[in-house]
């Protein structure tokens, strides 16, 4: 068969990016009950292509951080003369036969090199901004990025002694499963794009190795493959975004104010505040003026101040009030500038303490504070430094309702 390139695309292929954008986002970002019987069957395709024989077993797991834990050490369960030799030495056997690279390359690599070699370099930036980078930014970044660094942590702090190296290195083995819907070579919306949209043809089964991937990516979350079997996690039961801006990178972040942003069935997640990950009870149960005090990542003071609310930290901690005035942009309420302890972020500044303009949906407006640089000596300054206007010109506000 003759490989057309594809060197432009039509109105229509444009006009078809949105959609295909969202329905890969949806994907990336599914929960609930993985669909078992499709990712054993599209794995075992996987392996097929890499030329390995199908694993033996496909262990379903509760999470990602028990799939990369159980990964490296589960040739002491699953072989028989697992009790022969250390447990350091089976286990650096079962890392031995991981087969990432073995399948990533027949499934993954492969075909993103063979799309990537038929369509011109334009065509390529522009489904790649327009696609890929799009459900990359959504779920990968947001989603995936968050989660490894999780995992991460958790597993550092999991094991230790005999297994505790092995599976620190081993770990990253994995294979993204739905959060990889918008990488690079992997990413099954940039290539399905050009097969599905563009009728783009290619040599061989390369498009047979795609949809087996794809596969993959629609039915589950990580997995982690060996020669002899595959752990695989369960999709999140839950996950929260918020929206914070146009369609693109940085469209969306993790949040959720009372509970886990993302968490699987075995109750392994993620705690998100506006994007930023913090411990699991700044969210549930809020922390004291004293925790907050104590924290030694000025992120996370931060995100602990708005939990709580500033105008409560303000008056549990007893900042030094510095200079109040009424608001001349927001008429009946006032402007206050206070005095923030050195400890709170990493360079001095003073806060200032302002009101909503417009109420919230339960009919209140909210207090909340603004940081400006600390050599800052009045409330009307501070208010108009955060407009990047003159106090002056801030004075002359009008604010429209």
Do not use: K
């Not at 028990?66 to 050490?73: H, N, T």
């Amino acid at each position: 068969m003759m490989v057309v390139r594809v060197d432009a695309l039509t109105d229509a292929q444009r006009a078809a990016m949105p959609d295909w954008a969202a329905r890969w986002i949806d994907i990336g970002l599914r929960t609930g009950p993985a669909d078992r019987p499709r990712f054993e069957a599209a794995v075992a395709d996987c392996y097929r292509y890499a030329g390995l024989a199908a694993p033996r077993r496909v262990v379903w797991c509760p999470s990602p951080l028990v799939a990369v834990i159980a990964g490296p050490i589960a040739a002491t369960i699953l072989d028989g003369d697992a009790v022969h030799g250390t447990v350091r030495d089976v286990v650096r056997g079962a890392v031995g036969g991981a087969v990432d690279v073995a399948v990533g390359d027949a499934v993954g690599d492969v075909v993103g090199a063979a799309v990537h070699g038929a369509v011109g370099v334009a065509v390529h930036d522009v489904v790649g901004v327009a696609v890929r980078d799009v459900v990359g930014d959504v779920v990968g970044d947001v989603v995936h990025g968050v989660v490894g660094a999780v995992v991460h942590g958790a597993v550092r702090a999991a094991v230790r002694d005999a297994v505790g190296d092995v599976v620190g290195a081993a770990w990253r083995r994995y294979i993204g499963g739905q959060f990889w819907a918008g990488g690079f070579w992997w990413g099954a919306v940039y290539t399905s794009f050009f097969r599905e949209v563009c009728d783009l043809e290619l040599d061989g089964d390369m498009w047979d190795r795609a949809r087996a991937y794809e596969a993959t990516v629609a039915s589950a979350c990580w997995w982690w493959p060996h020669s002899e079997f595959v752990m695989v996690s369960e999709r999140p039961l839950h996950i929260r975004l918020e929206l914070v801006g146009p369609d693109g990178w940085g469209s969306h972040r993790l949040h959720c104010d009372d509970g886990p942003a993302v968490v699987w069935p075995d109750g392994f997640g993620v705690w998100a505040w506006h994007g930023t990950r913090v411990p699991r009870d700044l969210i549930e149960t809020g922390w004291s003026v004293e925790r907050i005090l104590a924290e030694p990542n000025a992120e996370i003071r931060r995100c602990a101040i708005e939990r709580i609310g500033w105008d409560r930290f303000i008056a549990d901690a007893h900042l030094g009030l510095v200079d109040e005035c009424a608001d001349p942009g927001n008429p009946g309420q006032t402007l206050a500038l206070y005095d923030v302890p050195a400890q709170i972020f990493d360079e001095p500044v003073r806060v200032v303490l302002c009101t909503n303009g417009t109420p919230d949906r339960d009919g209140q407006r909210r207090r909340f504070g603004l940081t400006v640089p600390a050599d800052i000596q009045t409330a009307l300054a501070a208010a108009a430094w955060t407009y990047d206007i003159r106090p002056d010109e801030y004075a002359l506000i009008e604010r429209r309702t």
